[in-house]
């Protein structure tokens, strides 16, 4: 029992009366229970806080409350609630949800190899009234058989570029959450870069070793109240324009700043691996790729980078390295 692993259910509530009792349940009802549940309101007005405090003193060795006197925000409330968790894994949970009851055993499972920083499986999109969409989360972000793999293979790509892993479906080790906090104020507002679970999972990516669990474990509530909604739109889906020279210009300078700014905290931590190796490689093609026509040493570099393999490993080969040296793309301000 020494060598068990304590699993940290960690959610965040706010106006979720509708639904937060069902959730509360299907978690407490888990095949492997939850060692604690650590629970931040921020500041509802509809019941939410006396429902909790009521789950509370039923189960008043699980459930550890914390109520923000006044509103926080996500990010903010979402990190309070991390810093109070005491578990070797932290399980993100939505306070609108279901959870199935074998969802805890698979991530003790999963984490009991220590290599593993970041767990998280599919699930199925359910309606307010909790009947089945008819897709899944996994269809709705376009993660297919080959991205799956990739994610298992190390790869960082869909972890720092596009919609992947939502906090309803993952787990991370309590290290990484370390590392994460406090959290960066790009995770939030309308240009975030990330939001916290992407964040906790791009960095995961690059600390250790991903689980992808193609199970539907989790029964994820799409409504109009959601304080968060998953990008259901198809990964890559950008509209009219999207192969325009400035629309990729866009989308380097938006790579360049998620790769960054994760590239920056990795290396603050002191982390290295093979995952922190291909986040640092990615960082310095960007850099490269970036630069604006006339720069000094340009072409020299971005040939370096050909030379490296890194355009071949990161971008779309030399199909991107000529269209870099002959035709840089527009900078954005």
Do not use: C
């Not at 509809?46 to 003193?57: F, H």
């Not at 199925?124 to 996994?138: C, N, P």
């Not at 994760?262 to 093979?274: I, K, Q």
């Not at 050909?306 to 990161?314: D, K, V």
């Amino acid at each position: 029992m020494a060598d068990r692993l304590r699993i940290s259910v960690v959610m965040t509530t706010y106006q979720g009366a509708a639904h937060l009792a069902e959730q509360l349940d299907s978690i407490l009802a888990q095949q492997r229970t939850p060692d604690e549940v650590v629970v931040s309101d921020d500041a509802s007005t509809d019941g939410t806080g006396a429902l909790l405090e009521d789950y509370a003193r039923r189960h008043p060795s699980i459930i550890r409350l914390r109520s923000n006197p006044s509103r926080l925000g996500l990010r903010l409330n979402m990190q309070a609630a991390i810093e109070q968790a005491q578990g070797d894994v932290l399980v993100l949970a939505d306070q609108d949800d279901l959870w199935h009851p074998e969802k805890l055993v698979a991530v003790e499972q999963a984490f009991a190899d220590p290599a593993v920083t970041l767990w998280f499986s599919d699930a199925e999109l359910i309606d307010a009234q909790g009947r089945a969409i008819g897709h899944t989360a996994w269809e709705a972000v376009s993660l297919d058989a080959a991205h799956q793999q990739r994610l298992r293979d190390g790869s960082l790509e869909r972890l720092l570029g596009a919609q992947t892993v939502t906090g309803a479906t993952m787990a991370v080790r309590a290290d990484v959450a370390r590392v994460a906090l406090p959290f960066p104020p790009e995770l939030e507002g309308p240009g975030h870069l990330f939001l916290h679970d992407g964040w906790l999972a791009a960095l995961a990516g690059a600390i250790g070793r991903v689980v992808v669990d193609p199970r539907r474990l989790t029964s994820y509530r799409q409504h109009d109240r959601q304080v968060t909604r998953m990008s259901l739109s198809r990964s890559g889906d950008h509209g009219e324009g999207k192969s325009t020279r400035r629309h990729r210009a866009e989308q380097l300078q938006l790579d360049r700043a998620r790769v960054t700014l994760v590239a920056d905290r990795v290396r603050t931590a002191g982390v290295d691996g093979v995952g922190a190796t291909e986040l640092f490689r990615r960082e310095a093609l960007l850099a490269v790729r970036a630069l604006p026509r006339g720069a000094a040493s340009r072409q020299r570099l971005i040939r370096e980078q050909i030379a490296r393999g890194n355009y071949h490993q990161y971008s779309s080969g030399f199909r991107a390295a000529i269209s870099d040296l002959i035709a840089p793309l527009p900078k954005i301000f």
